[in-house]
């Protein structure tokens, strides 16, 4: 069984950083795009940024650009989110999803077969 499951959360001030991870298990996502979207209450599901397999490049939605950072570890089957300067804007309930059913599109919530369960973040001001 494929399980993606997101650890990390929790509560930080504001200017604050945490770092989230997401490990796979059940198959190797290595040749995948993996990405990462957050939702609040009410709201749609939104972008955060991906990384693709070819040469580990990534994407970021502009809110987060320069601010957060994604990486992921081959050996451990696992992504990471580097949040730095943290905004209380950022508070959310975090998801990764891992392989696209389209190339290309990584933005698009309905473009991945798999998710995790999602983990609260909550920047404080």
């Known amino acids: 069984q494929v399980q993606l499951v997101e650890s990390g959360g929790g509560l930080v001030q504001a200017g604050g950083s945490m770092r989230l991870s997401c490990a796979a298990s059940?198959?190797?996502?290595?040749?995948?795009?993996m990405a990462w979207f957050r939702q609040t209450s009410g709201a749609e599901r939104e972008f955060v940024g991906a990384i693709v397999p070819t040469g580990g490049s990534t994407v970021y939605a502009d809110s987060v650009k320069g601010r957060f950072t994604i990486s992921r570890d081959m050996d451990k089957n696992t992504m990471y989110l580097q949040m730095n300067s943290l905004k209380p804007e950022d508070t959310a309930v975090y998801y990764c999803?891992?392989?696209?059913?389209?190339?290309?599109?990584?933005?698009?919530?309905?473009?991945?077969?798999?998710w995790g369960q999602g983990i609260q973040v909550t920047v404080s001001s």
């Open positions: 059940g198959r190797s996502f290595s040749t995948n795009t």
């Open positions: 999803a891992a392989e696209t059913k389209w190339d290309g599109n990584w933005g698009r919530p309905d473009n991945y077969y798999y």
